[in-house]
C-alpha cells in the first residue's frame, strides 16, 4: 500500500489552538512521519543527524532534514516547505529559526515535543528565539493522533492484514533443526514480500528463549 497522508490535521489545528501555541516543533521520528509522511531511513540509528517537522495553527507544514537525505524525503513528504543543512555544517535549529522569521513566528508560542527534543536544541532555539514563549506540544500532539481519520485506520489494517499471511507463512515453512536467525530472516523477508518499507523490529524466539522479552534471534534451533 503507498504511503498516504494519515494526518488528522483539522483535529491537530483545533487542538493545537486550544493549547494557545502558534506552531508545534517535533523530533521524533514516528511524530515527523506523522506530521510531515516523510520516514528518515537512519533517524533511529544515528541520533546526531537531526531532523525535524512542525506545523503552524494556521495550517503551514515544514520539514527539516540532512541534505543527503532530501531526495527520498521529496518522494515522501507532504507539507509546504522542506529544506536541508549540511550535516556538521549547519543545524536544525538554524533552519527551523529562519522559516519562522519567514512566517513572522518569531514571537510565537512554540510548542515542543519535549520528550524527545535534545537539549541542545532547544538552547539554540532559545537564544535566536528571545521573544518566542516554549510550551509543551506533547498533550495537543498526542490528542490529534489519537483520532485516526479513514485514511489512517486503512492504512493499519492494511498493515495488519499483511502481516497476518506473512507471519503464517513463515511459521509453515519452518523445519526440525532450523535456526531462530533462519526463521526471524524469513519472517522478514516475508513482511517486505508484503509491501512493507522496513522491518525495525524482529522477535523471533524458540523454547526457553521464549520467556524473554525482545530477545534478539540466536542460533538457537527447532527440535
Do not use: W
Amino acid at each position: 500500500m503507498p504511503r498516504v497522508n494519515v494526518r488528522n490535521t483539522p483535529r491537530l489545528k483545533q487542538e493545537i489552538q486550544k493549547a494557545g501555541l502558534d506552531v508545534l516543533l517535533v523530533f521524533s521520528m514516528e511524530n515527523i512521519l506523522y506530521l510531515s509522511g516523510a520516514l528518515f531511513a537512519l533517524k533511529n540509528n544515528l541520533r546526531g543527524r537531526l531532523a525535524s517537522a512542525g506545523f503552524t495553527k494556521d495550517g503551514f507544514d515544514f520539514l527539516v532534514g540532512v541534505t543527503n537525505e532530501l531526495s527520498v524525503v521529496r518522494e515522501q513528504a507532504h507539507v509546504h516547505e522542506i529544506r536541508g543543512y549540511v550535516e556538521f555544517k549547519g543545524t536544525v535549529p538554524e533552519i527551523i529559526v529562519q522559516i519562522l522569521f519567514e512566517q513572522g513566528l518569531e514571537h510565537a508560542v512554540i510548542g515542543l515535543e519535549k520528550r524527545f527534543i535534545p537539549i541542545s536544541v532547544c538552547e539554540e532555539l532559545q537564544v535566536h528565539l528571545p521573544g518566542a514563549r516554549f510550551e509543551s506540544g506533547c498533550l495537543a500532539l498526542e490528542i490529534a493522533r489519537a483520532i485516526k481519520i479513514p485514511a489512517h485506520i486503512e492504512q493499519i489494517g492494511f498493515t495488519s492484514r499483511a502481516t497476518e499471511p506473512a507471519l503464517a507463512r513463515s511459521f509453515t515453512m519452518s523445519r526440525a533443526g532450523e535456526t531462530e536467525k533462519k526463521g526471524a530472516t524469513r519472517l522478514i523477508s516475508e513482511i517486505l514480500n508484503e509491501g512493507a518499507d522496513v522491518v525495525r523490529h524482529n522477535v523471533y524466539t524458540l523454547g526457553n528463549n521464549a520467556y524473554h522479552a525482545h530477545r534478539f534471534p540466536s542460533a538457537e534451533t527447532i527440535l
